[in-house]
């Protein structure tokens, strides 16, 4: 199975900072690889699909870049309510599977 | 807009079984993948299944051969099978739609049932 390697795993910025993400895959996924949300007692939600394509609703301050097997998801200017955990996920292959997570806080 | 609303979750001995519910709305049903994806307590995520909209499925090798995803286009409803259970199979099992035309991915989530293996 392809794994997914996110770093940092976590990750201290203030308010109106930049964020930088990096997901690697043991593999190449080609740009089949998404990015999610998760607030606390929350379930995930869809970010990012196709590496850059940013799902209904995204705001445009989340984005995200790479291919082959290096991804980045960037949050331009934190605000308060993006302090959350981040998961990428590739679906290049099956099984499906997800990095081990990366928790932005204050 | 998509609602998915899991259930029967609860507490299962090890070795029991447990069938959970995933009732839809909001969208065609009948046209779609269906997942379904799990989180342990303080762990990340783990995909657990998908069917396709004809009946086709999926698993992650951990729950192959223990584990069925099923569905009922009549009812719009997913569900998955449980048995065997383990300890390490407690955990949060959200319903996912899938993203469709070969994206496998998430676009919308339940709100999770809490399944909880432990004598």
């Known amino acids: 199975e392809i794994v997914m390697t996110q770093s940092p795993a976590s990750l201290s910025v203030s308010p109106g900072e930049r964020a930088t993400l990096s997901c690697g895959a043991s593999?190449?996924?080609?740009?089949?690889l998404a990015w999610f949300q998760q607030k606390a007692g929350q379930a995930p939600r869809l970010l990012i699909y196709?590496?850059?394509t940013r799902a209904t609703g995204i705001p445009a301050r989340f984005s995200g870049s790479g291919s082959g097997t290096d991804f980045t998801l960037t949050i331009s200017s934190l605000q308060s309510e993006d302090f959350a955990v981040y998961y990428c996920?590739?679906?290049?292959?099956?099984?499906?599977?997800f990095g081990g997570g990366t928790k932005v806080e204050i | 807009q998509v609602h998915l609303v899991e259930s029967g979750g609860g507490v299962v001995q090890p070795g029991g079984s447990l069938r959970l519910s995933c009732a839809s709305s909001?969208?065609?049903?009948?046209?779609?993948?269906m997942h379904w994806v799990r989180q342990a307590p303080g762990k990340g995520l783990e995909w657990v299944a998908f069917i396709r909209y004809d009946g086709s499925d999926y698993y992650a090798d951990s729950v192959k051969g223990r584990f069925t995803i099923s569905r009922d286009n009549s009812k719009k409803t997913l569900y998955l099978q449980m048995n065997s259970l383990r300890d390490e199979d407690t955990a949060v099992y959200y319903c996912a739609k899938d993203y469709a035309g070969g994206i496998r991915t998430f676009d919308f989530w339940g709100q999770g049932t809490l399944v909880t293996v432990s004598s």
């Open positions: 593999q190449t996924v080609s740009g089949n």
């Open positions: 996920q590739q679906y290049s292959e099956w099984p499906l599977t």
């Open positions: 196709g590496a850059s």
């Open positions: 909001g969208f065609t049903f009948n046209i779609y993948g």
